[in-house]
């Protein structure tokens, strides 16, 4: 069984960086996709960064350029560097991993998809709060 737990969120002034990482255990990184999901106080959860098996990465446009995604499959964990904060980058951020993928999925679209369908492993979340 696939578990998640995310930590590194805080509060942090606009123009400001934070790291989050999500500790995964029960599964190869090497397997699944991966991906971070944000959701904003009053709004569905969304997708906004995610790496596919073969480690090519794929973001939300309104993240592209300011935030990566990367993982480390020797520590089992998940990373989201996040720069250039805004005050809109405000939410509680999610790690997600949906097991069973393939070396050719877009992993972003599968998080998506899957998410809708509550086919997804989610960890407990951590707040990001950016003030202006």
């Known amino acids: 069984q696939v578990q998640l737990a995310e930590s590194g969120g805080g509060s942090v002034q606009a123009g400001g960086s934070l790291t989050l990482s999500c500790a995964v255990s029960?599964?190869?990184?090497?397997?699944?996709?991966l991906g971070w999901f944000r959701q904003i106080r009053g709004e569905e959860r969304d997708d906004i960064a995610a790496?596919?098996?073969?480690?090519?990465?794929r973001y939300t446009d309104s993240v592209k350029g300011r935030f990566t995604i990367s993982k480390d499959s020797t520590k089992s964990t998940l990373f989201l560097q996040m720069n250039s904060l805004k005050p809109e980058d405000t939410a509680m951020y999610y790690c997600?991993?949906?097991?069973?993928?393939?070396?050719?999925?877009?992993?972003?679209?599968?998080?998506?998809?899957?998410?809708?369908?509550?086919?997804?492993?989610w960890g407990k979340g951590t707040l990001v709060t950016v003030s202006s």
């Open positions: 997600a991993a949906s097991a069973g993928s393939s070396a050719t999925d877009d992993c972003y679209t599968v998080l998506m998809v899957k998410s809708r369908l509550d086919a997804v492993s």
């Open positions: 790496v596919d098996l073969d480690g090519t990465t």
């Open positions: 029960g599964v190869d990184l090497r397997n699944i996709c």
